[in-house]
């Protein structure tokens, strides 16, 4: 099969790029591909909401660039940090076009709340499902363009590059090209090829690499590492951000579910195993110590005594101030056996957001030629050494923009794909690379 | 053209306890030993239990027919790999990388690319 804009994701980064090369280019043919179904991706899950400067009265782009270098650290890229933070409201704009509704005071100013690191109130959001609405008006509006093919269940196994060709392909090889993907298709279960002048990989996270994860089970990073394998440049790994207390149940597959710090706002306390509240050895602020300072202090405890959990304990609220203020732990916790008022909750620190990825340049560039990546599976040097909340449904958003006019305005200088005798009969035959080299 | 995917030689994974296991193991030693807090002992301890499940899992994916449970444990190893590496090469604690054996910051502005 042959296409001229392949995408690999639907989440808000593939299906942001989807929409605006169909729209700009209506005779040429867009196909979207993902794993399992349409819906299921990082995205669906995104609770808080997407930051953007609104209120100009008291925000503005400096603010929301300052905040975002002191989370990264030191290791942002200033340029790209402005970049992000200037024309995201565009991109706001435009998915509110798209038909994402995001929660409103009555005089019709968009209700914006305020989260850890942010120095003013700037995150839109629709209840605490923001992610799933935009997942929802997205893929209403996909299935509006007639040019975009949205294949569900097409697990992408592999980038084609010159090394499926034949030739030798090394770390030092310049001009590595991508010419589209292997793909086994689920419903079939056949394996096919699918060729494509502009590839744009969006798969997303990969949380699940740790056992606890808030990722769904689709984040295994496949993106990162077909890049890798075929010697395209991944960056900044190490980052990755743990949310402190997600539920402790040990062997599912998917998801942790999130036990909100404002849980312990609201009074609860972290207890280790042998039932001590141990945060007032770290931090005077004891369980309302910053985020890195609980999330540190927890993996000490869980280090110090093996364990793979430690407790949150709130049997001293009532029933009723529980159930008002966090009715869906309280079910949830339910569910497993563990009555809040009787029993301490387990929780353990679970994987959250994955900051590096592939490199990519300001227009959403990789290393290898003709191939894009956006979203969390990029490392765009925006957030650096640590995220600010809410900062990544914005970046993705806007990386998928600038891709998508670099890959316009490339589509009609590339030539025809390659063709002609020397073609390699394989796909998977060919030696893996070994990780060490 | 570019050839098809090939699949001479290869067979069904005769038992998945062979993947799913591999994936257990990854995700513990991942949290346990690549977590919040690391240190250079651990992530030697991490890299040589990597390369172990990654010498097993190529020999399996290169006799049997392609499944997604297998490609997602072979580039979960992979980005394990990617993980570890990157957090061998920074010897520095910044932002959310903490490494009890580097806890200071470096004056030097690095970024790790693999
Ligand atoms: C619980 C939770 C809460 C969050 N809250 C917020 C928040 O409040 N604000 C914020 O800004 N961010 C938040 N984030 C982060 C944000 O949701 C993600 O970073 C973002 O949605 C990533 O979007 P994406 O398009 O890059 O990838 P995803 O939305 O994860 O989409 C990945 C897509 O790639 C496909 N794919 C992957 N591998 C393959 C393959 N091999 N073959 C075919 N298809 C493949 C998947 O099927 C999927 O369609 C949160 C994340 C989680 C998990």
């Not at chain 1, 603010?63 to 200033?78: F, P, Y």
């Not at chain 2, 062979?18 to 346990?32: A, F, G, P, R």
């Not at chain 2, 994916?61 to 444990?73: F, H």
Request: aromatic share 8%; charged share 25%; proline share 3%.
């Amino acid at each position: 099969m042959q296409t001229d804009f392949l995408v690999i994701g639907s989440g808000i980064a593939g299906l942001t790029y989807a929409l605006k090369v169909a729209e700009a280019c209506p005779d040429k043919k867009v196909t979207v591909l993902t794993k399992t179904q349409s819906d299921e991706t990082n995205t669906k899950y995104a609770q808080g909401g997407i930051a953007g400067v609104m209120d100009f009265d008291k925000d503005s782009f400096d603010k929301h660039i300052e905040d975002t270098l002191i989370a990264g650290d030191g290791l942002c890229n200033r340029h790209v940090v402005e970049i992000v933070v200037k024309e995201g409201v565009e991109r706001i704009e435009e998915i509110i076009e798209w038909g994402a509704n995001f929660d409103k005071e009555k005089d019709g100013d968009f209700k914006l709340g305020k989260e850890g690191g942010h120095s003013e109130s700037r995150i839109l959001h629709h209840k605490d499902v923001t992610g799933r609405e935009m997942e929802r008006a997205l893929l209403e509006a996909i299935s509006r363009k007639k040019n975009i093919d949205l294949m569900h269940h097409c697990f992408v196994l592999d980038i084609i590059t010159q090394h499926h060709l034949g030739y030798l392909i090394t770390k030092a090889t310049p001009d590595v090209e991508c010419y589209g993907v292997y793909v086994l298709n689920l419903q079939t279960n056949k394996t096919e090829k699918i060729l494509s002048k502009i590839t744009m990989l969006a798969s997303g996270g990969n949380g699940q690499v740790y056992r606890s994860t808030t990722n769904p089970a689709i984040a295994t990073g496949d993106g990162v590492a077909m890049v890798y394998r075929a010697k395209g440049r991944i960056e900044n790994m190490e980052f990755i951000q743990f949310h402190p207390t997600a539920l402790y149940e040990p062997g599912i597959r998917g998801h942790n579910f999130l036990i909100t710090e404002a849980v312990r706002g609201d009074g609860g306390i972290l207890r280790n195993q042998a039932g001590e509240a141990f945060m007032e050895r770290y931090d005077e602020r004891k369980d309302l110590a910053p985020r890195d300072i609980v999330a540190r202090a927890i993996d000490n405890e869980m280090k110090i005594a093996g364990t793979e959990n430690v407790f949150l304990d709130c049997r001293h609220f009532s029933k009723e101030k529980f159930t008002e203020h966090f009715p869906n732990i309280y079910e949830k916790c339910l569910s497993i056996g563990i009555d809040i008022t009787k029993h301490m909750i387990p929780v353990t620190p679970a994987a959250h957001y994955s900051c590096g990825g592939i490199k990519t340049d300001e227009h959403g560039r990789t290393s290898i030629k003709n191939l894009y990546a956006a979203g969390e599976c990029a490392s765009t040097g925006l957030h650096g050494a640590n995220r600010l909340a809410s900062n990544s449904l914005l970046e993705a958003m806007v990386f998928a923009h600038r891709a998508y006019i670099d890959a316009v305005a490339k589509l009609k200088r590339l030539k025809t794909l390659p063709s002609g005798e020397l073609w390699w009969e394989t796909g998977k035959q060919m030696a893996p690379p070994h990780p060490k080299k | 053209m570019v050839g098809d995917w090939k699949t001479d030689g290869t067979t069904a994974p005769k038992e998945m306890i062979l993947i799913t296991q591999s994936v257990k193991e990854l995700k513990l030693l991942m949290s346990d030993y690549v977590g919040i807090v690391r240190n250079n002992e651990r992530l030697h301890r991490a890299m040589k239990r990597l390369d172990l499940l990654y010498t097993e899992t190529e020999a399996l994916y290169q006799k049997t027919i392609v499944s997604p449970q297998l490609c997602e444990l072979r580039n979960m190893i992979t980005v394990a790999y990617l993980i570890v590496k990157c957090a061998e090469f920074r010897h520095e604690s910044r932002g959310l990388h903490f490494n009890t054996d580097y806890p200071g910051k470096q004056e030097m502005i690095q970024n790790i690319v693999l």
